[in-house]
């Protein structure tokens, strides 16, 4: 079964920046949409972003719209989450996740279409 983990995360102080990675464990990651998601204390888990198996398609919400953005490596075996301009409403617990059933050039931020769900990595910021 796929495995997914992340690092990355940390305490930084608003205006920095941070790059969260997610790996598979034993497996590559070239057939997968993946997906990042987070999760601050008392709210909803909220889709900020994801990028197609193909690498051509990315998404992005709003609320972190050209500050974040999403890549992965030519040889499909990490995903980055490259997070800019950090504000402390970005504080949460930022989780990567895969989809297999997505054509090539399709990723959602919906977190219904995806199966496999890393363990988490916490951000936070503050001054």
């Known amino acids: 079964q796929l495995q997914l983990v992340e690092s990355g995360g940390g305490f930084v102080q608003p205006g920095g920046s941070l790059r969260l990675s997610c790996a598979a464990s034993?497996?590559?990651?070239?057939?997968?949409?993946i997906g990042w998601f987070r999760q601050a204390p008392g709210k909803e888990r909220e889709g900020i972003s994801c990028?197609?198996?193909?690498?051509?398609?990315?998404n992005y919400a709003d609320s972190v719209k050209g500050r974040f953005t999403v890549s992965r490596d030519t040889a499909k075996t990490t995903v980055y989450l490259q997070m800019n301009s950090l504000k402390p409403e970005d504080t949460g617990l930022y989780y990567c996740?895969?989809?297999?059933?997505?054509?090539?050039?399709?990723?959602?931020?919906?977190?219904?279409?995806?199966?496999?769900w890393g363990q988490g990595t916490q951000v936070t910021v503050s001054s």
């Open positions: 034993g497996f590559g990651l070239g057939y997968y949409a």
């Open positions: 990028i197609s198996s193909s690498g051509d398609t990315t």
């Open positions: 996740a895969a989809d297999a059933l997505a054509v090539q050039a399709v990723c959602t931020l919906d977190d219904l279409a995806y199966a496999h």
